[in-house]
């Protein structure tokens, strides 16, 4: 493999990019460009190569830790195309729905607010506040022992969330908090901490409209 000095002025990847565009590039081509320079004792073309190695070997997988396991490969240039990654994710969901208020949950999860039984529900969202997914935790009469935070903590996790927001209905209508509701957010709001992943809101859902944690500042 020739290095980045021996190739062609015209295949090098940044001369070749602006001759051709970014689909004309591979993806360590693409990688070298976003990389710069390579390190001592390694350009950049062979760092580029073993880094789209570990791409394909479990891409879902890829980390800080793992990128930096690659020799010469420091915490900058992994911080680096980390940043790039997760930009490029963020854009390209773009159009899909971000969460900024306890109106925005509200409007998205309205559905349930005429169901006959409680439905205890969680958005998780990136860090671009866009929704990743929604899901129903749990069916039933809402208490501490039928809402277990490893539920909702191993798919925030599965997810790679940044944040949550855990919301339930009351049949009932009332828009009022009560103390089963207080205790469960105060407990995920606990795990929360431990985990990482921040707990932004728990939204009541009625028909006459909701009840914010949040807005109410009992999130502390």
Known sequence: ??????????????????????????????????????????????????????????????????LCHIHGLGLAKASQILAAIELSRRYLIQNNQRITSAKDVYEELYAFCKKKQEHFLMI????ASHIIETRTIFIGTLNQSMVHPREVFANAISDRAAGIIIAHNHPSGTLKASQADIQITQRLKEVAKLVGIELLDHVILASGGYFSFSEEGLLG
Do not use: W
């Open 1 to 66: 493999m020739k290095s980045i000095k021996e190739l062609h002025q015209d295949d090098k990847p940044r001369e070749k990019l602006a001759r051709k565009g970014t689909q004309s590039l591979k993806n360590d081509e693409l990688l070298s460009v976003l990389l710069g320079s390579g390190v001592k004792g390694k350009d950049v073309r062979k760092l580029s190569k073993e880094i789209i190695a570990l791409f394909d070997q479990d891409f879902d997988a890829l980390s800080l830790e793992r």
């Open 124 to 127: 998780t969202l990136d860090g």
